[in-house]
């Protein structure tokens, strides 16, 4: 069983910052992805950034050069660095961890609870 914990939301007015971290334990595959994603309040889940086990970045278009996702594998965690924040990033981010051979996010692949960001006007 895998389980994932993250940690770091809360409130902040727009063009604030924040940092989430989501830590992995359990019987975690040696490869593995990890991934930030958000629901907002009435939309989808959408991908916000992830990061493959050798540092291979990817983000959504929304957030590109304002956020960023780093990884220490040596602490099997992942953090997100959320800079300039926007009314419109408010919503629950999820961790997720995919290992390999598993699509991002898919069926198989492993949730944290989520953490709520808010950014106030």
């Known amino acids: 069983q895998v389980h994932l914990e993250e940690s770091g939301g809360g409130l902040v007015q727009a063009g604030g910052s924040l940092r989430l971290s989501c830590v992995a334990s359990?019987?975690?595959?040696?490869?593995?992805?990890m991934a930030w994603y958000r629901r907002a309040p009435g939309n989808e889940r959408e991908l916000v950034a992830s990061i493959t086990a050798g540092g291979i970045t990817n983000y959504g278009d929304s957030v590109k050069g304002r956020f960023a996702i780093t990884r220490d594998n040596a602490k099997d965690t992942v953090y997100l660095q959320m800079n300039s924040l926007q009314v419109q990033d408010t919503g629950v981010y999820y961790c997720?961890?995919?290992?390999?051979?598993?699509?991002?996010?898919?069926?198989?692949?492993?949730w944290g609870q989520g953490t709520q960001v808010t950014v106030s006007s």
């Open positions: 997720n961890l995919s290992p390999l051979h598993f699509r991002l996010g898919s069926d198989g692949t492993h």
């Open positions: 359990g019987k975690i595959s040696s490869i593995f992805t």
